[in-house]
């Protein structure tokens, strides 16, 4: 598999531990009462250290401003490193982000092992944001160069807790975040592999080996048997390539006495060209990251198959390159979908919303009841929502705000768009049930209503990610690359759902 996991051994122990093991670095959250003379933080000398920065106005002390510094002898750690923060207890979002200052700190300092002392009053069942933030700060896209950029170092952590913390409460939480910051990784890695190294069939092959890791079924159509099930919108999409499109299908039956299966549905266009409608050279290597949604539902099944909710859940991810070539569909074709419905083509740019409908009929014909897809669908939502928020749309207002709420617990920003029926007409064909472009305004909204047509009624929730999928440059625990967004949402969407 393409991420293998943190290789870091951690540990909870509770104040006053002492067994001697020595790390390189103590970490110590400080918030603005370090100012007060005559408190200790770390060691009455060191303490000097850092309020003599800050009255130089070199250390502020504000949330995330981290400062470190050589013990000396006094301390058993060689290093300490100070970082700002709100006065606990701490929101899970300023805990996350205070913690991925941590761990950008512990990768560009080389730390082999961490002592992190917890801030006095902070609440267990925060802890996984702590632990969230600090692996996510941790990661960095790999160096494909001969010798490569070197990763993260971390070996050891303990995260020492104050007098009379439960340790056992400590330790779930911690637990839950670092299954949820290692399928976020396994989501940014999949994102950041180059589209000839990660085709289609390869794509596919990361599924079948995420299945057999944690025992999903595993059903993967490929150009031949998908043309035998009439899948007309990926084989279109796909045949411009010479490599061929897969219909990638991963099933878990957590709840095997119900009928009722939650569909995952991600768009796993592994390179974007925009086909014959051909984009502009600037900045199209970014459409490696085309198959964003299918490296979130895949880093949700990689938690699911951690956390073994109580639920049954189909996965399905259409995957193609979309290419210009003599092969490739063009504008003016007229495909017929899988379910039936025919499409016009305007513009082969507009690709992922047609390999979407077969993924989302795919996802039904495997007993999927309720849907949810996630896509790099448009442009457009970055000019609505920026690199900041994920739109949301949807046929289920209730749906909606369960996926609202898992959002808002995981610290993901998800915001609704509309879809109000007087919309319809945008995608109005002449001479098809339907078309893929609905002209320049509304286009994040239009490309929603094109899925929308393939979901046979079913509640639907559609997380178009074609701004937060990536990023151009470093942001907080978000190195530059693939964000492995909406896996932290989908996650625990489904084990709210589980409850
Ligand atoms: N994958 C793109 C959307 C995209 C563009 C995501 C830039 C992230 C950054 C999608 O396939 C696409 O090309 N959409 C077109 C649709 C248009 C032709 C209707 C777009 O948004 O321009
Ligand atoms: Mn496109
Ligand atoms: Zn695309």
Redesign the pocket.
Same mark, same amino acid.
């Given at each position: 598999m393409l991420w293998t996991d943190w290789n870091i051994n951690w540990r909870v122990v509770g104040a006053n531990h002492n067994d001697g093991d020595r790390a390189d670095m103590i970490i110590r959250f400080v918030d603005a009462s370090f100012q007060n003379r005559g408190e200790l933080i770390l060691h009455p000398r060191l303490d000097d250290a850092l309020r003599d920065l800050y009255g130089r106005g070199s250390y502020s002390g504000k949330p995330g401003e981290a400062v470190s510094m050589p013990t000396l002898g006094l301390l058993q750690q060689p290093y300490a490193l100070f970082v700002g923060c709100e006065r606990a207890p701490m929101s899970e979002q300023a805990l996350r982000n205070v913690a991925g200052t941590i761990g950008n700190k512990l990768l560009e300092l080389k730390a082999g092992s961490a002592d992190i002392v917890v801030p006095a009053g902070q609440p267990a069942a925060s802890a996984n944001a702590l632990m969230e933030g600090l692996l996510l700060g941790l990661y960095r896209r790999n160096s494909l160069a001969v010798g490569g950029r070197e990763q993260a170092k971390l070996e050891r952590v303990s995260f020492l807790l104050e007098e009379g913390a439960d340790i056992e409460a400590w330790q779930i939480a911690l637990q839950r975040g670092y299954i949820a910051a290692n399928a976020v990784c396994y989501a940014r890695e999949l994102t950041n592999v180059p589209s000839n190294r990660l085709t289609p069939e390869l794509l596919a092959g990361e599924a079948r080996a995420l299945s057999e890791r944690y025992g999903f079924d595993c059903t993967i159509y490929d150009e031949k048997t998908a043309a035998a099930e009439g899948m007309g919108g990926l084989l279109a999409v796909g045949m411009g390539s010479v490599n061929p499109p897969r219909m990638i299908v991963l099933r878990y039956g957590g709840d095997p006495g119900s009928g009722q299966s939650i569909g995952l549905i991600g768009k796993g266009?592994t390179f =974007?060209t925009?086909g014959v !409608?051909l984009?502009k050279a600037e900045g199209m290597e970014?459409?490696i !990251? =085309?198959m964003g949604g299918a490296a979130a539902v895949l880093g949700a099944m990689r938690a699911i198959g951690e956390l073994k909710p109580k639920v049954n859940v189909v996965m399905v991810v259409p995957a193609a390159e979309?290419m210009p070539s003599g092969s490739a569909f063009k504008p003016g074709d007229v495909l017929t979908a899988y379910g039936g419905q025919t499409v016009e083509v305007l513009?082969t =740019?507009?690709?992922?919303r047609i390999v979407l409908a077969d993924g989302v009929t795919t996802a039904i014909r495997f007993g999927a009841t309720k849907l949810i897809d996630v896509a790099?669908?448009?442009?457009?939502v970055?000019h609505a929502l920026g690199d900041l928020a994920t739109g949301a749309f949807t046929s289920d207002e209730s749906m909606l705000g369960d996926v609202l709420q898992a959002a808002s617990r995981a610290g993901e920003y998800v915001w609704q768009l509309p879809l109000h029926p007087e919309y319809d007409r945008l995608l109005k064909s002449d001479v098809a049930d339907v078309k893929?472009?609905?002209g320049s305004w509304a286009?994040a909204i239009?490309?929603a209503l094109f899925v929308r047509h393939f979901t046979e009624g079913k509640p639907w929730v559609h997380l178009d990610i074609?701004?937060t999928?990536?990023m151009w440059s470093d942001r907080g625990f978000e190195s530059k690359g693939g964000t492995g967004v909406m896996v932290r949402t989908l996650a625990e969407y489904i084990r709210l759902s589980a409850d």
């Amino acid at each position: 598999m393409l991420w293998t996991d943190w290789n870091i051994n951690w540990r909870v122990v509770g104040a006053n531990h002492n067994d001697g093991d020595r790390a390189d670095m103590i970490i110590r959250f400080v918030d603005a009462s370090f100012q007060n003379r005559g408190e200790l933080i770390l060691h009455p000398r060191l303490d000097d250290a850092l309020r003599d920065l800050y009255g130089r106005g070199s250390y502020s002390g504000k949330p995330g401003e981290a400062v470190s510094m050589p013990t000396l002898g006094l301390l058993q750690q060689p290093y300490a490193l100070f970082v700002g923060c709100e006065r606990a207890p701490m929101s899970e979002q300023a805990l996350r982000n205070v913690a991925g200052t941590i761990g950008n700190k512990l990768l560009e300092l080389k730390a082999g092992s961490a002592d992190i002392v917890v801030p006095a009053g902070q609440p267990a069942a925060s802890a996984n944001a702590l632990m969230e933030g600090l692996l996510l700060g941790l990661y960095r896209r790999n160096s494909l160069a001969v010798g490569g950029r070197e990763q993260a170092k971390l070996e050891r952590v303990s995260f020492l807790l104050e007098e009379g913390a439960d340790i056992e409460a400590w330790q779930i939480a911690l637990q839950r975040g670092y299954i949820a910051a290692n399928a976020v990784c396994y989501a940014r890695e999949l994102t950041n592999v180059p589209s000839n190294r990660l085709t289609p069939e390869l794509l596919a092959g990361e599924a079948r080996a995420l299945s057999e890791r944690y025992g999903f079924d595993c059903t993967i159509y490929d150009e031949k048997t998908a043309a035998a099930e009439g899948m007309g919108g990926l084989l279109a999409v796909g045949m411009g390539s010479v490599n061929p499109p897969r219909m990638i299908v991963l099933r878990y039956g957590g709840d095997p006495g119900s009928g009722q299966s939650i569909g995952l549905i991600g768009k796993g266009i592994t390179f =974007d060209t925009g086909g014959v !409608s051909l984009k502009k050279a600037e900045g199209m290597e970014e459409m490696i !990251s =085309d198959m964003g949604g299918a490296a979130a539902v895949l880093g949700a099944m990689r938690a699911i198959g951690e956390l073994k909710p109580k639920v049954n859940v189909v996965m399905v991810v259409p995957a193609a390159e979309n290419m210009p070539s003599g092969s490739a569909f063009k504008p003016g074709d007229v495909l017929t979908a899988y379910g039936g419905q025919t499409v016009e083509v305007l513009n082969t =740019d507009a690709e992922g919303r047609i390999v979407l409908a077969d993924g989302v009929t795919t996802a039904i014909r495997f007993g999927a009841t309720k849907l949810i897809d996630v896509a790099t669908l448009t442009g457009a939502v970055m000019h609505a929502l920026g690199d900041l928020a994920t739109g949301a749309f949807t046929s289920d207002e209730s749906m909606l705000g369960d996926v609202l709420q898992a959002a808002s617990r995981a610290g993901e920003y998800v915001w609704q768009l509309p879809l109000h029926p007087e919309y319809d007409r945008l995608l109005k064909s002449d001479v098809a049930d339907v078309k893929n472009h609905g002209g320049s305004w509304a286009g994040a909204i239009a490309g929603a209503l094109f899925v929308r047509h393939f979901t046979e009624g079913k509640p639907w929730v559609h997380l178009d990610i074609g701004g937060t999928a990536w990023m151009w440059s470093d942001r907080g625990f978000e190195s530059k690359g693939g964000t492995g967004v909406m896996v932290r949402t989908l996650a625990e969407y489904i084990r709210l759902s589980a409850d």
